[in-house]
Nanobody, 119 residues
Framework: QVQLVESGGGLVQAGGSLRLSCAAS????????MGWYRQAPGKQRELVAR?????NYADSVKGRFTISRDNAKKTVYLQMNSLKPEDTAVYYC???????????????WGQGTQVTVSS
């Protein structure tokens, strides 16, 4: 009973910016890790960024994207600047969640939000 809901995707010109948000809700004891993955048609899903105590980034987005989280709101953000056409993909929110005390952590995914960067 964990839901991740993304927002903020859309169409933007190359060089522009977008900010993605993902809010977690449901039966949550703790969120260990939150992050963003993306998948373009015909390609494998790839890690964009993830954050626990600090952020980690794919080489392709370093210096352009910034991940952050608001633990009180159970929300993770992805600020995307200097967007390139190759950033075009469906972006999926990810969370590693423990739903009960002492229990294992499991993977949860959002429904995805489309980001399209035109040249």
């Amino acid at each position: 009973q964990v839901q991740l809901v993304e927002s903020g995707g859309g169409l933007v010109q190359a060089g522009g910016s977008l900010r993605l948000s993902c809010a977690a809700s449901g039966t949550i004891f703790s969120i260990n890790v939150m992050g963003w993955y993306r998948q373009a048609p015909g390609k494998q899903r790839e890690l964009v960024a993830r954050i626990s105590s600090s952020g980690n980034y794919a080489d392709s987005v370093k210096g352009r994207f910034t991940i952050s989280r608001d633990n009180a709101k159970k929300t993770v953000y992805l600020q995307m600047n200097s967007l390139k056409p190759e950033d075009t993909a469906v972006y999926y929110c990810y969370a590693l969640v423990s739903t009960w005390y002492g229990g294992p952590a499991g993977d949860y995914w959002g429904q995805g939000t489309q980001v399209t960067v035109s040249s």
